[in-house]
């Protein structure tokens, strides 16, 4: 082991004990799929607010997925089966499942079928709050 560890010091390699953040990386002490999550929460929680004040909104997302579904070669994945089950649910039951912090919400939020009810402005504006 000792001279496995000279090897290494002598190749210039620095022994490493503890993590710590690279200062550079502009990411600070959150990873990358951590923001990404928490903005996907963010762009969900806008959308559950405009459909609630626009439930027809919500024929938006049910075409996305029909469309998806209907260009779909081969078997399906899993997920087409799961927001088909969710969205025939009564709105208020979508909603807290596109707001939940769960990981089957977080999970599925990854593969959403709410695209196009958000205006490219209101977007935009999630996307630069969650800018490092």
Excluded at 29 to 49: E, F, G, P, T, V
Excluded at 67 to 92: C, H, N, T
Aim: one cysteine or more; hydrophobic letters at 35%.
């Amino acid at each position: 082991m000792r001279a496995y560890r000279k090897r290494k010091r002598d190749a210039g390699l620095k022994n490493v004990r503890r993590w710590e953040p690279v200062e550079d990386a502009g990411l600070g002490q959150y990873s990358d799929h951590r923001i990404l999550d928490a903005r996907s929460l963010a762009m969900h929680c806008k959308i559950a607010q405009k459909i609630t004040r626009k439930p027809e909104l919500l024929d938006k997302a049910r075409a996305n997925l029909q469309r998806w579904m209907a260009k779909s070669d081969g078997p399906q994945p899993q997920y087409f089966r799961e927001w088909e089950e969710i969205l025939v649910r009564p709105w208020p039951d979508v909603a807290e499942l596109i707001t939940s912090m769960s990981e089957d919400a977080t999970r599925l939020r990854s593969s959403s079928p709410f695209a196009g009810v958000l205006t490219t402005e209101e977007r935009d504006q999630i996307y630069a709050a969650f800018r490092t």
